[in-house]
């Protein structure tokens, strides 16, 4: 079965951390493009950070920049996120997302609906 599951969202004070996790299942990992995007109330989705499974290529969103760090254990079949410095407007449900047939990742993966394959989202709340 091909699926992302997503693990670790919860809730913390800002300024605390968290890590996300993503599992891959069912279908060719290591050569992929993967990543996070996130959804507040009202917004649309967004990207936040993407991660090239064969390389370890990533790309950020300038609003987590120097805060949030994608990496990736192939081993594992699982790309993580590190969260720091949060912030109340990082609150949302972060999504695991997939480009199971493109080989590299760039900037404009961080558009969502260049992934096709969706996990179904873990929810991040931090308060002020």
């Known amino acids: 079965q091909v699926q992302l599951v997503e693990s670790g969202g919860g809730s913390v004070q800002a300024g605390g951390s968290l890590r996300l996790s993503c599992a891959a299942s069912?279908?060719?990992?290591?050569?992929?493009?993967m990543g996070w995007f996130r959804q507040a109330p009202g917004k649309e989705r967004e990207g936040v950070a993407t991660?090239?499974?064969?390389?370890?290529?990533?790309y950020y969103a300038d609003s987590v920049k120097g805060r949030f760090t994608i990496s990736r254990d192939n081993t594992k079949n699982t790309v993580y996120l590190q969260m720091n410095s949060l912030k109340p407007e990082d609150t949302a449900m972060y999504y695991c997302?997939?480009?199971?047939?493109?080989?590299?990742?760039?900037?404009?993966?961080?558009?969502?609906?260049?992934?096709?394959?969706w996990g179904q989202g873990t929810l991040v709340t931090v308060s002020s």
């Open positions: 997302a997939a480009d199971r047939y493109a080989r590299y990742c760039s900037y404009a993966y961080l558009n969502p609906v260049r992934m096709e394959l």
């Open positions: 069912g279908y060719t990992y290591s050569s992929a493009c």
């Open positions: 991660i090239t499974t064969g390389n370890g290529n990533t």
